[in-house]
């Protein structure tokens, strides 16, 4: 069994009262080792997303089967599927949601504090985080908030947060989706990068196909199918 | 971490949870403040009131030493003073009535001082107030009333105090006013110099006038250095109690202090114990019975109106009833129907033995009427003559009648009843002027007592032989047998019921924070809004947080706790701001709602308990408020928190049909009208609970109508689209909102309207027998008892009284014990309240009882249990100023300081004889039988002339110390106080829906804050702003009025009981206005919020998107 597969995976949604489901996609399959990238593309409102969700644990799917590390992600409870986010899951989203309260180094710090990890000292957790922001190119902004920082600074961030409990798995929903053409090359190869360092299992969901094409393995989702390019 | 930047960062956002925090802390700290001030005041006040008092001992009508002061002075290492209290009334000759004075004050307490009594003074300075002949002290309370200063001129009016109740028979006449004229004040007495020195418990001390106790006793004709109030304060000795001082009292009282005489009769040979109060009471007779018990005899001499035989009479004789033993010359076995007469009346009227002998004689009722009763006995013996007296000499067998003994002459007698001198011969003359009171007939006392017992006693004298006993001993052994408490002298611990009394018949602080209730809830439920607000504007925070892996728990517990440390911020603001508010309370009492408390003074006291306890309980309920918002804020998937922000909207699984929430409420609805069917709601006896719970049902009812209307409005299509309906539909979009909007608005509503109609008059429908003036027209009462009837003619002859003017006019008169105010006037807490003694019979089918069973003939019930006596009271003075119910009993003594226990067993529902206990007349003069005439009236005449017959009673019968005034008024100044309370929760209740208007403004302002995007598009599609803000205000608008419908109808619905049963009225003009400034404060907010949220276009927030 592969580290990640998704077999015949399928989600709906309810329609108004009285109407019919409306489909979204059906018999979705995906198989991915520890180390593999995958990009899915697609039309907006094909499912990108949810699949991703559905991968995530933030999303269940109406039928199928999704494993990740021999674990049947839709049949986790809700405390399981929390600790599944924090730490074998990794998420990048399109808009960065680093909370404004908090500095630099905070934001990164903030999955730490869910309360599923190992107790580790404060030292060496915060040695970590920097050491993720210097990979992000940001060790000297450690202290400044979202709102002194650029788009691009905001999701290399979010990137350095995404990694700090050291994750199995990176999700990135449209990461470069906010920025312009040069941050959007610099943020995939930093994905890249930290993804082959770190022998992570990487599904990108995205409109370009350059980026796609820089992925192991690309996925077509359209019209309620998914097919592997 | 994530708490500390959360606090840090979003303060300026959470200011309204920090606000809301606060108002509910400063409320619940401020009431406490409140009852912490006034007990505190109420203990000053008391404090004051005794002064360095401990102990008193009362004696009322009876009088003791003034060197027994100096006796218990000595033994006690303490200070004892002596006083003549008396009750009567005071003018001021010179009084200029257009400045401002006024002539009279009745119903005044007299004090004859001397310089003891300021030594117990509570300022130590006051001791070297001098006193002087001519000279008196008035308190603060009687200047002000008179309008006078120091240097003014007072004459006083007070009853010659008498031994012999002046209700016995024999008594002498009843108008006995003393009048001490013309002295100068010389001071003004303020509270730290005793100027409020008063009995009995009250934040309003008695009028008073100080007067040197030597000028009183001449005033008043008083032999001896005599007092009957005795005050015992600053013993050196560190265990002094009352206890002690009635154990030292024990050891240092003579016979003269409890009126005990004893004289040697018989030539000598015997000892006669006798009584001041001429007939021995029952106590003092059990005592006297113990001395020498086998050869003691009693007897009862009375004075007959004729003795008749053989169409002859001889009148106004004294006869005496006796036991064998107590004289020689009279046989031992004389029958009940046999009679022995001296010579000059067998002469007189031609007796022999074996003649027939009529006495006739009166014997007293009630309100010294006068029964004529005759019994007739057959002649035994005929006694020779005692040796003629000489001046001075008085006969062994016949106590002092006043009125009798004291005159030279038969013809100028003043014995209680009218003389009818042209029967008096001149042998009844010579006979007087040689053997005075020498009874003429002598009868076996059991005969006699059959005749002539009363409730003052059944014997004139125990006659004890000389031999048995010397004088020495005769003292001492009297009192082995009869103790200082059998003869009426007994201290009470002044000092332990002040303060006990001090703590207060309600506890007005919680009182204020029930009447805080709408302001608390309002600012409670203002936190919860605001802090859902705060969380719904990071909603996409929470996305993330649950997104990475945050548990909805922890997330929910990150929030929970951050609003906790706000809710404590706003706390300690809270706490600062409660001794404001506290201080604002108090100022108020006094000032504005100065009928529930006679306007008195309030200290204001910082208590750091009173602080903290409302610190903590706000913040335990701004944490529950929290939890309740926000426990189900974060059910959503985290992608929608993610995508939707806080612009997300609730979103229920199908359509929801409303259908669950309209059988809820109807159900609900049922139930109260059920609910009040059946106890009778806010009409009935327990009308405050039922009016809450039903009013709580019915609110609920229409909170679960509108959710129900609410989810059909969500989904309801079909119309266009317009402004209107768009407006109308947003109603619904935030249900839970516009459900705490509408619910917040129609509770206070609900309170403020209900509250109006509790507000009563004492005028209307006074008629009514059933109304709180028992349909009487006239409350009057005196500072002097009055003894006769004031329905007969004679007794209205006896004080001058215009037979015209009242010749619609009935009295119903009252005995009165004088105790605690038990009325809703005095704040301090009652233990023993005045008791009314009444005839039952005379109050039948008047006021309306609680139970429908009951009425005045409950009064009349025989005693189940002895001395547990049944009684009436109003339900005001029951259950607030005694803490009582039907059944409760309450402690009293008697006048021999004896236990005993009035029993509720009727309760009248909202009459002007609130404050007292009334108990029938008959067991009153049971255990008060000293406690003479009457000094309480309420009078039936026709309501045209109730002005005219009041002034008449108070004019002619000032000299009695009476006023007189329209009963509907007295009972306005109780219906005052709980208008006063009501006015205090309506204006906390008004300031709560201000708060709660002010929210709605708030909720104005999240709506649309979150809909600019949606109101962004609306313009750029060609509505324009002006458009956009009718919208807002129509849609908010429903809201307003919804919540004002709601709680004005259910408040209606709650109140319609109290209102039928009280024939109260409806005061629909008052509410039309108050619902209208509602009204308009609710759209000025909602226009005020809109107009601000919709400054400028919206267009350029659809450009951010």
Redesign the interface.
């Known amino acids: 069994m592969s580290f990640l597969q998704l077999s015949k995976v399928s989600k709906s949604y309810e329609g108004p009262?009285g109407g019919q489901s409306i489909l979204v996609f059906q018999d979705a399959n995906l198989e991915l080792e520890p180390g593999q990238s995958a990009a899915i593309v697609g039309p907006s409102g094909s499912g990108k997303?949810t699949l991703l969700?559905i991968i995530?644990a933030?999303?269940k799917p109406t039928s199928g089967i999704v494993q990740v590390d021999g674990q049947n992600i839709p049949e986790l409870q809700?405390?399981a599927a929390?600790?599944?986010?924090?730490?074998t899951v990794g998420?990048i989203?399109q808009i960065h949601?680093l909370?404004?309260?908090?500095t630099v180094l905070?934001n990164v710090?903030?999955?730490t504090?869910?309360?599923?990890t190992k107790k580790e000292h404060v030292g060496v957790i915060n040695q970590r985080a920097r050491s993720l922001l210097g990979d992000v190119g940001l060790s000297q902004r450690v202290q400044h908030r979202p709102g002194e920082l650029s788009g691009g600074e905001r999701q290399r961030v979010s990137v350095a947060?995404?990694l700090i409990?050291q994750p199995k798995i990176l999700l990135a929903d449209e990461p470069t989706g906010a920025l312009d053409q040069e941050n959007s090359s610099n943020l995939v190869d930093i994905l890249l990068k930290l993804q082959k360092e770190k022998n992570l299992t990487l599904i990108v969901v995205t409109h370009s196909m350059p980026i796609a094409e820089k992925m192991d393995q690309v996925y077509r989702l359209e019209n309620g199918t998914m097919q592997k390019l | 971490m994530l708490l500390r930047c959360n606090i840090a960062h979003f303060w300026r956002r959470n200011l309204g949870v920090i606000l809301g925090s606060a108002l509910c802390t400063m409320v619940l700290a401020g009431a406490l403040l409140v009852g912490d001030s006034v007990r505190e005041s109420l203990h000053r006040i008391a404090e004051q009131r005794i002064g360095q008092v401990d102990s008193l001992l009362f004696t009322e009508d009876r009088f003791f030493r003034e060197a027994l002061a100096t006796q218990l002075e000595e033994k006690l290492d303490a200070t004892a003073a002596p006083i003549f209290i008396l009750r009567g009334s005071v003018s001021n000759p010179d009084a200029d009535e257009e400045t401002g004075q006024i002539a009279r004050v009745p119903n005044i307490q007299v004090l004859g001082i001397d310089e003891r009594f300021f030594q117990l003074a509570p300022r130590d300075s006051a001791a070297s107030l001098p006193l002087e002949d001519g000279r008196v002290y008035v308190n603060q309370r009687l200047a002000k009333r008179l309008a006078i200063d120091n240097g003014a001129t007072l004459n006083i009016r007070l009853e010659e105090p008498a031994l012999f109740s002046r209700d016995a028979p024999l008594s002498g006449t009843s108008d006995k006013v003393a009048r001490i004229s013309r002295q100068k004040v010389s001071k003004i007495l303020g509270p730290e110099e005793f100027g409020n020195f008063a009995l009995h418990g009250s934040q309003i001390p008695p009028y008073t006038i100080y007067i040197p106790i030597q000028s009183l006793r001449d005033g008043i004709e008083t032999e001896g250095q005599k007092a009957n109030l005795l005050l015992i304060g600053k013993s050196a000795q560190t265990e002094f109690s009352t206890n002690m001082a009635n154990d030292v009292l024990e050891e240092v009282w003579a016979l003269e202090d409890g009126g005990i005489e004893y004289l040697k009769v018989n030539d000598g040979r015997d000892w006669s114990l006798r009584s001041g109060s001429i007939f021995i009471n029952h106590v003092l007779e059990k005592g006297f019975r113990k001395v020498a018990p086998a050869t003691n005899a009693g007897v009862m001499t009375y004075l007959v109106n004729a003795f008749e035989a053989n169409g002859r009479t001889a009148p106004y004789s004294f006869a005496t009833a006796f036991q064998p033993g107590a004289a020689p010359e009279l046989p031992n076995n004389l029958a009940d129907d046999e009679i022995l007469v001296n010579q000059w009346l067998a002469e007189d009227l031609g007796l022999k033995p074996g003649s027939e002998l009529s006495l006739k004689y009166f014997i007293t009722q009630g309100r010294r009427e006068l029964k004529e009763s005759t019994a007739t006995f057959k002649v035994r013996a005929i006694l020779p003559m005692p040796k003629k007296f000489s001046k001075g000499q008085e006969s062994d067998w016949t106590p002092a009648f006043p009125g009798l003994s004291d005159e030279e002459n038969c013809r100028d007698w003043e014995p209680g009843f009218a003389i009818d001198e042209n029967k008096i011969r001149e042998k009844d003359e010579d006979y007087w002027d040689d053997y005075r009171g020498t009874p003429k007939a002598y009868i076996n006392l059991s005969a006699g007592q059959k005749m002539w017992s009363n409730r003052w006693g059944q014997t004139t004298g125990i006659r004890i032989p000389v031999h048995k006993i010397a004088k020495d001993d005769l003292d001492n052994t009297i009192k082995e047998y009869v103790t200082a408490s059998d003869a009426g002298l007994h201290f009470k611990d002044l000092r332990g019921k002040a303060l006990e009394s001090a703590k207060g018949s309600i506890d007005l602080g919680e009182y204020i924070s029930y009447f805080s209730f709408f302001i608390i809830l309002a600012s409670l439920a203002l936190t919860g809004m605001l802090f859902v607000f705060s969380i719904e504007q990071r909603n996409q925070q929470a996305g993330v947080l649950l997104a990475i892996g945050y548990t909805e728990g922890k997330v929910r517990r990150l929030f929970l706790i951050e609003g906790i440390v706000l809710a404590i911020a706003g706390g300690i603001v809270g706490c600062i701001l409660s001794l404001v508010y506290a201080k604002g309370i108090l100022w108020g009492l006094t000032n504005v709602w100065k009928d529930a408390t006679g306007a008195m003074q309030f200290d204001f006291t910082t208590n750091f308990v009173a602080i903290s306890m409302g610190f903590a309980i706000g913040i335990f309920m701004a944490a529950i408020a929290l939890w309740l918002a926000s426990h189900k804020q974060l059910r959503k998937e985290p992608r929608e928190l993610l995508n939707a922000g806080d612009q997300l909207e609730i979103r229920t699984k199908g359509r929801p049909t409303g259908k669950l929430s309209h059988f809820l409420s109807i159900a609900l609805f049922v139930g109260g009208l059920l609910y009040i069917t059946f106890t009778g709601g806010s009409g009935s006896g327990a009308a405050s609970a039922n009016f809450f719970l039903s009013g709580f049902l019915f609110l609920l009812a229409a909170l679960f109508f509108f959710n129900g209307r609410l989810a059909r409005i969500a989904y309801h299509q079909g119309d266009t689209p317009d402004l209107n309906v768009l407006g109308f539909r947003n109603t619904a979009r935030r249900r839970g909102r516009s459900l705490v909007t509408i619910g917040v608005l129609a509770s206070g509503v609900f309170m403020v309207v209900a509250v109006s109609s509790f507000h009563v008059t004492g005028e209307r429908d006074w008629e009514k027998k059933t109304s709180g003036t028992g349909g009487f027209a006239i409350v009057a009462k005196s500072a002097i008892p009055i003894y006769n009837d004031l329905n007969t003619k004679q007794g209205r002859e006896e004080f001058g009284l215009d037979e015209k003017i009242l010749a619609k006019t009935n009295i119903v008169p009252f005995r009165v014990r004088e105790g605690d105010d038990a009325s809703c006037l005095n704040l301090n807490k009652a233990t023993e309240p005045t008791i009314l003694g009444i005839n039952p019979s005379e109050l039948a089918g008047r006021f309306k009882f609680a139970g429908t069973k009951h009425d005045w003939s409950l009064l009349d019930a025989d005693k189940n249990v002895p001395d547990i006596l049944p009684g009436i009271a109003d339900q005001n003075t029951v259950t607030y100023a005694l803490q009582q119910k039907l059944g409760g009993l309450i402690d009293y003594k008697d006048e021999n300081g004896r236990p005993f226990q009035i029993r509720i067993a009727g309760v009248i529902q909202g009459s002007l004889l609130q404050g007292r206990v009334l108990i029938a007349e008959k067991y009153f003069i049971e255990k008060f039988p000293s406690q003479a005439g009457y000094r309480y009236f309420l009078a039936d005449t026709k309501s045209e002339e109730i002005e005219t017959v009041a002034a008449h009673l108070s004019n002619i019968l000032h000299d009695q110390g009476m006023e007189a005034h329209p009963a509907w008024k007295r009972l306005g100044e109780f219906l005052a106080v709980q208008n006063s309370y009501l006015s205090i929760f309506q204006a906390l209740g008004g300031l709560g829906l201000l708060l709660g208007t002010a929210g709605l403004g708030i909720v104005v302002a999240r709506n649309l804050m979150e809909r600019r995007h949606e109101l962004g598009l609306l313009e750029a599609i060609g509505y324009s702003l002006q458009s956009i803000r009718k919208m807002a205000i129509v849609e908010h608008r429903w809201l307003m009025l919804w919540g004002l419908a709601a709680g004005t109808g259910t408040a209606l619905i709650a109140v319609w009981p109290a209102i039928l049963s009280r024939q109260g009225g409806f005061p629909a003009s008052e509410l039309g206005v108050l619902l209208l400034g509602l009204a308009a404060s609710s759209l000025f907010w909602i226009w005020l919020a809109t107009i601000l949220s919709l400054k400028n276009s919206a267009i350029p927030d659809l450009r951010k998107e």
Do not use: I, T
Request: with cysteine.
């Open positions: 009262a997303s969700n995530g933030l999303d809700d405390k929390a600790a599944f986010r924090n730490l998420f989203f949601h909370l404004p309260q908090c905070e710090l903030v999955p504090q869910a309360g599923h947060r995404a409990n």
